[in-house]
């Protein structure tokens, strides 16, 4: 695995107070505390890698937050990368971010998307899920606490924002209103992404 530590965070996580990893970074980091990881070189990148094969480089239970927005989807083997995230983690560590909801037609028009990702996807990496309907946990031991889900939408066309808003209230409201637009509403009503967070435990 070819990796490059720009510079030098992988000697100091041990010692940093708060170790953040901000996968996918970019062009910029969403956190400036972040550890920015990208497979591209760019200003904003600290580690040079690529996610699909993991974060071997990092030691087990020694990051706090594992931040991702708009990044997951590009990934092939989501169960392995998972997997990866929840290794690095400490006990009660988080990982967080923002991911397209699959009924967004700017997940399928982009190629380099791999995975979609729906209202349930999280929940095959918990033996807990909040919702109502429940999915097989058998695939994988991975155990996180989904402790925020919640579908957004957004256009990049401001005058419809006003009623997007109220989307993301009405159908954020409860469990039954977020599967039944999820099941019902979807295909009709197009969501922008899923924000979520996952706590270790």
Known sequence: MNVVDKHGFLERIGYMEKVVLELGCGTRKFDQNAIGIDRVDMDSVDIVCDLEEGLPFIKDESVDLVCSFHTLEHIGNIEFVMREIYRVLKKGGKTSGTVPHFSNPYYYSD????????????????????????????????????????IVFYSPFKFRNISRKIFTFIFNSSVFMKEWYEGSLSGFLPAHELFFELEKN
Do not use: A, C, Q
């Open 111 to 150: 190629y380099t998307h791999k995975t979609p990702f729906g209202l349930y996807t999280f929940s095959y990496f918990t033996k807990k899920s909040p919702l109502r309907r429940k999915v097989p946990t058998h695939y994988n031991e991975l155990d996180f606490t989904i402790t925020k889900l919640k």
